[in-house]
């Protein structure tokens, strides 16, 4: 799993002549985490080994090697100040913002890959958490990637829509060409919708944290010989502030 994780402790801001402009909670630098899990010699007791480890961006190893961040933010913000840091970043390092490799893990022909929708895949080694450098597909591909890629049969290429307070009879699926839809397809309330209430509840488990606790992305583990596409488990990292651990 990875996550936005601060170099420097804390999103960064700059201010000048021309306005404010600052990171957003995404902007983290990419960490890895993995859990071994390995049954014990005699079979009866499970072993778990816990590591985490930046993801060796290029823009990450050149604020490392400074001892300081080097990329002026350039997401929010005033608008001049914004492209004011776009310019800057381009002029000072070749890039308008830094690589952050900071949202999803996937694997490939048996390798896995760390990446965010900014910048190429980073290949990884899945054991020591190293990164063995960026993937770009032998110099054929030098531009973003998504960071959910999913392959499916050019058959079961589908769209599907229901109802807001729809179940899953209600779905309806539509063929469609193998594409990329990037967040542009929402839901909406037709007339008084909102107000309608669904026949059947749907049951919601959740588990509350002790004070001062907080979660890392979840997860989702599919148990070996599942049926069902939920039948499986959650994991997500905690940590305590209080305590640090």
Known sequence: MTGPNPLF????????????????????????????????????NWNVIYNNKYVGTDTFLLQKEREKPAL?????GDPLVVLSSFVLNMLRFGIPNKRMSNT???EHSGKFYSISEN???????????????????????????????????????????MPRYGNADSIRWFPVEASCAFHIINCFEDDDEDEETPEELVKVEYHMFPSNTFCSGSTFVLKNGAVEEDDGWIITF????????
Do not use: C
């Open 72 to 76: 002026l933010p350039a997401v929010e």
């Open 238 to 245: 905690l940590h305590n502030e209080d305590i640090n651990v």
């Open 9 to 44: 402790g804390g999103l960064l801001s700059a201010v000048s002549l021309f306005g404010r402009t600052s990171e957003i909670w995404i902007e983290g630098e990419g960490m890895l985490h993995a859990l071994y899990l390995s049954k014990s010699s005699g079979g009866s």
């Open 119 to 161: 910048y190429i895949p980073q290949e990884i080694d899945i054991l020591t958490l190293l990164t063995l450098g960026n993937w770009d597909l032998n110099g054929a591909w030098t531009r973003p990637f998504t960071s959910h890629p999913k392959y499916e049969k050019e058959e079961y290429a589908r769209i599907g829509v």
């Open 104 to 106: 999803n893990v996937f």
